[in-house]
């Protein structure tokens, strides 16, 4: 079974501190995708990045960065600098689109992320 | 590219009422979409699929009579409530997806729905 795990339920931190939010993964298909979403107050998913699982290579994209591990099943993200704006829920993802489950997203249950001025 | 809108954004309505929600691909054909349902402070929890031209596909739990799914062009589909009650009050976000990349899903800003 797939699963995805977001230990972290809330994180508050101060501007200009760096944040890492952790995600665990959970499949047996050797095929797969992950995803970051950031939902802010408004409700709208905003896509962050998306990671194959042929593909561990680190990204950074400005003060965001992730860490793909296939040996510990985790695909960590920090954010470096954090701003106030960066306050929103951050939700981790899994797609399998080769297996049973076809392209159904399996979702963390989230982290609430809290920058403070 | 690769635009979903819902309309509306945001309804309230009477318990007892029937809701509708659509959800539209704007620049592609979604040839399967997806409806989630949002409690506050927690998870998207995946509630249908539906594909283009076929009845949906439900989750456990979810009911097919109360949360009536149609998908019946390539560009929208619609998530209709049924007798809604205060407790069906929720974020609805629809998504959708290509038959070619199966890997992503487009999501739409969602539809806040609120029963008295």
């Known amino acids: 079974a797939q699963k995805v795990t977001q230990a972290q339920t809330e994180i508050s931190v101060v501007e200009k501190e760096d944040v890492t939010l952790d995600c665990v993964y959970e499949t047996r298909d050797t095929t797969y995708y992950l995803f970051w979403y950031k939902q802010p107050p408004s409700g709208e998913l905003v896509f962050l990045i998306r990671?194959?699982?042929?593909?561990?290579q680190n990204e950074i994209s400005g003060r965001y960065s992730w860490n793909f591990q296939k040996s510990t099943s985790s695909f960590n993200f920090t954010i470096t600098a954090s701003q106030v704006v960066d306050s929103a829920v951050y939700f981790c993802?899994?797609?399998?689109?080769?297996?049973?489950?076809?392209?159904?997203?399996?979702f963390g249950q989230g982290t609430e992320l809290s920058v403070k001025p | 590219g690769a635009v979903v809108s819902q309309h509306p954004s945001r309804v309230i309505c009477k318990s007892g009422t029937s809701v509708k929600i659509e959800c539209r691909s704007l620049?592609?054909?979604?040839?399967?979409m997806f409806w989630y349902r949002q409690f506050p402070k927690q998870s998207l929890m995946l509630m249908a699929t539906s594909n283009e031209g076929s009845k949906a596909t439900y989750e456990q739990g979810v009911e097919k009579d109360k949360f009536l799914i149609n998908h019946a062009s390539l560009t929208l589909s619609t998530l209709t409530v049924t007798s809604a009650h205060p407790e069906d009050s929720s974020f609805y976000i629809c998504?959708?997806?290509?038959?070619?990349?199966?890997?992503?899903?487009?999501f739409g800003p969602g539809t806040r729905l609120l029963v008295l």
């Open positions: 993802a899994l797609v399998t689109p080769f297996s049973n489950q076809g392209g159904k997203l399996i």
């Open positions: 620049d592609f054909q979604a040839t399967t």
């Open positions: 998504s959708a997806q290509t038959s070619t990349r199966k890997e992503t899903q487009y």
């Open positions: 990671r194959n699982s042929f593909d561990e």
